[in-house]
């Protein structure tokens, strides 16, 4: 019989929630096939077979917060029910195999991690996972108190926070008066003494609650301010009216506006460094690489994956580049190492309508491009002609300790003058 451990995932990310079984208890499972699927605070992860057995245990179940290294389930040897549920198969069909878990050294660790230490000092021969008894520890709890769900006497973290509610519900139950107190509104969450009339209550997802959590902690940190300017997008437009066919037939990707802004960026980037730094501390960490993150708007929120050395791809794979992280945001495929590392980012809000915004940095990066619906305004060509022009907001938020007004003006005068004028692009991006 072997344990269906919670992966190693990275360094940032210590633990996830089950958010789907795909099989149950009794089905045959060869190796390889989907188990489950687990919700971390930056991506969606597979946890699949390490050996065709049958499920004989799930020890954790639905919107359960895991560990890493922690047992989720059991499997053994045995007759299952292959072929009464074929959600393993499916979701092995639908979706690229993970690799073997126990082939990685980071998983190693976390198998080690996982096995049964006896807590000398938590609870007599009681056996716990370590983070269980590193929660219990902090919360004063004898483990020997508590009952663990696990069929061969384990505990685990989610054991120790079931003992904890269980007190305090028992102890708030022996505490209370003997008489009721009717006309006193009870402090819960129910939205019958909450609310008048109907509504509905819905769980914040881990990658909602993480984005509610670092954009806050984005505006409590930084010193954070916006500078406007606005692009006159009629070169640009008639660069792609002329191109466009040309381009997709050689590079089998259309010719949009995000590589034009990423090329004016990285140019711009080159010469105002500091944006394209970061604080570490009492230091200020000037990268010299161009890693710029494009924000896309997926079912579950806003992730930003990373374009690699920005400046030294060109238009087409700069365009392949987003098509294909965009495709994966979108199919909740993205990996840790699409999201890890950007310098800067862009985000669009102009795909959907947005006239004007104020764009909240993506910290530790210090600088973030907001760009904008493209409109046709009148603009004063010279002192007597007017024209409709093709106009565009564009926003820079940045981080004011490090970088200064004058400064972030003089970048995005430098964005606008580059995408103005695309020749320039192809010397400065």
Do not use: C
């Not at 789907?20 to 687990?38: F, M, N, P, R, T």
């Not at 549920?85 to 082939?103: C, D, F, H, I, L």
Request: net charge negative.
């Amino acid at each position: 019989m072997s344990d269906i451990l919670v992966p190693a995932m990275g360094e940032s990310i210590t633990e996830g929630t089950i958010s789907k079984w795909l099989v149950k208890e009794g089905d045959s499972v060869g190796q390889g096939d989907v188990l489950l699927e687990l919700e971390t605070d930056k991506v969606n992860l597979e946890i699949s077979a390490e050996e065709a057995g049958v499920v004989q245990k799930i020890l954790r179940q639905e919107g359960e917060t895991v560990s890493i290294g922690e047992a989720v389930g059991l499997i053994g040897t045995g007759s299952g029910s292959a072929g009464v549920s074929g959600a393993g198969e499916a979701a092995a069909t639908k979706a690229p195999e993970a690799p073997p878990v126990a082939t990685t050294p980071a998983t190693a660790v976390a198998e080690r991690a996982a096995q049964p230490v006896s807590s000398n000092n938590d609870g007599g021969n009681q056996t716990a996972s370590p983070s269980a008894r590193k929660l219990a520890r902090e919360r004063g709890i004898d483990l020997e108190q508590v009952q663990g769900k696990d069929p061969l006497g384990r505990v685990f973290q989610g054991d120790v926070k079931t003992h904890t509610n269980s007190v305090e519900v028992a102890g708030a139950a022996s505490t209370a008066p003997a008489s009721p107190v009717v006309n006193k509104p009870a402090a819960s969450s129910s939205s019958q003494t909450e609310y008048s009339k109907p509504v509905e209550r819905q769980r914040m997802s881990r990658r909602r609650a993480t984005i509610a959590k670092r954009l806050v902690e984005a505006q409590q940190t930084a010193a954070m301010l916006t500078t406007f300017n606005e692009v006159d997008m009629t070169a640009i437009l008639d660069v792609r009216k002329r191109r466009k066919d040309k381009f997709k037939e050689k590079h089998d990707v259309g010719l949009g506006f995000m590589s034009f802004f990423t090329k004016a960026v990285v140019g711009a980037l080159k010469q105002f460094p500091t944006v394209n730094a970061e604080i570490n501390g009492d230091d200020i960490v000037l990268k010299k690489y161009y890693d710029i993150g494009i924000a896309v708007s997926a079912k579950e929120g806003l992730v930003v994956p990373v374009v690699r050395d920005a400046d030294r791809l060109g238009f087409a794979e700069i365009e392949k580049s987003i098509a294909e992280l965009a495709g994966k945001a979108r199919s909740n495929s993205l990996s840790l190492a699409d999201l890890q590392g950007g310098t800067f980012t862009i985000t669009n809000g102009g795909i959907f309508g947005s006239l004007l915004s104020t764009p909240i940095l993506n910290t530790p990066q210090v600088g973030i491009l907001g760009m904008h619906k493209i409109q046709l305004r009148p603009i004063a060509i010279d002192e007597e002609r007017m024209e409709n022009r093709p106009m565009m907001y564009i926003a820079l938020s940045y981080d004011h300790r490090i970088i200064d007004g004058s400064e972030a003006v003089r970048f995005l005068v430098t964005v606008k003058e580059l995408l103005e004028d695309p020749e320039s692009l192809l010397l400065e991006g």
